[in-house]
């Protein structure tokens, strides 16, 4: 490369360093609207988020109708938006689940792609992971498989030969493609616009694919702004490539004050990141001017969760549910990514059963919502609700302990659980961090020194979800905790 095409893109291009809570996207939002004052159109900007959450939240932040800002959306709806789809030509979580009982493979989704807002393929079948993941790299599906990153009990080379082949079998019988095949006909095309910049957040998130996008991109844009932060990549098991961020070309700015995570939620980030082998960008940050606390518990008796806000935090999804079990057995309010601990519909019923009760009087969707649980019965005003309705006693008890606590069961808990992937952007006063790691975890990441660099970041990740409190909750078994 010659020295002036390297100065060309050390003043065209401009990548964002962003630790946890340096107001990353408070910056890019920043800079768009400079462009817009300097006479730039809306439709000349390209944003690009990571999530479609990020992509509203953008979009919001403007100030303007979603129509006068097209290009505020992920790469993927880019896509989709550029080649004219319907969502009747995209793959869906049932076709993967009709095919798998096709071949005879289980196949289920834990958010139906979109409740985490990730384009990542979430089903549980390793399979279909590894051909995804495959295809995020841009690389054949025996490469990947010869990588040998996989539970070899798991995943053998014949079957998993065999549902590729029929995968794209069956796409092209049904005439529907998945989000990277929109990639793949989109740098296929010339329907990419010009654009006077592009922005491009969580960048260290991009695969290989995502890559080959973005360098069509950078052909059709002025200026191109890179953000996000190596330390937080934790999508390298989808085929994320952190290394092409940090390598990169640009010019390079960090961001050095934290607006979210206190002096001992910083000072316990640095264990996990200081374990890091590979490829990191040294960086530093100043915390906010609050101590804050950072204490290991070995019950969740020992911290006050009947007042404050909370978010506790597992690597696995049975160490959630198990702590799940654990908050209702303790009669607590909690929220999920799947919703409210307690049953919606027995709670609604129950205040509507209880006002007609009192006043005699209901709509026709509060009668509704108590007959599904009084089905046949007569109703008896003289019987409060727990002894009339037809529900699981183990609810129903729950229920009236919840009620009878004074919680605000309309309003978000105060408690929220989750997935530290799925946790990702989030954050809280109070973090509980479950430090249980799990067997199959630790056989995972014993394969290479690449996915135990991303497992540091995996916690680094959950630690500075932590505004003021971290809270590590030891593990039952020593031998399955991740050590700081």
Known sequence: MGVATWKDILKNTIKIYGPPGTGKTF??????????????????IGYFAFTKKAAAEARKRIGVSDKEVPYFQTLHAFCYHLLGLKEEDIIQPYHYEDLGKKLNVRVSFVDKYNEEESHFLTCNNPYFQMIQKAINKDIPVREEFNLNEHDRREVNWDTLNHISINLESYKKNNQ???????????????KIPQFKAIFIDEAQDLSPLQW??????????????LAGDDDQAIFAWAGADVNRFINEPAKERVLRYSRRVSQAVQMQSNF????IMGLRKTKEYLPRKYLGHSYYITDLNHVDLHKGK????TRTKSNLLQIMKDLKKKNLYFQTNKGKSYKVSLYKAAEAYTKWCMEGMLDEKEVAEVRDYIPSASWNAKVPWYDMFSEDQKEILYLRNLIASGEKLNEPAR?????IHAAKGGEEDNVILSMHQGSKV?????????KQDEEHRVWYVGITRARNNLYKFKSKKKIKEYTI
């Open 415 to 419: 408690i929220w659980l989750s997935t």
């Open 272 to 275: 996990p990141i200081s374990k």
């Open 442 to 450: 630790q056989k995972g990441i014993s394969l290479s020194v690449d």
């Open 27 to 44: 910056r890019l939002i920043r800079r768009v609207k400079a462009y817009v004052r300097t006479g730039t159109p809306l439709h000349k």
């Open 310 to 313: 909370w978010l506790i935090l």
């Open 176 to 190: 529907i493609i998945d989000f990277n095949d929109m990639i793949k006909l989109v740098l296929k095309s010339d």
């Open 212 to 225: 080959k996008l973005y360098d069509k991109l950078k052909e059709h844009a002025e200026h191109i702004y």
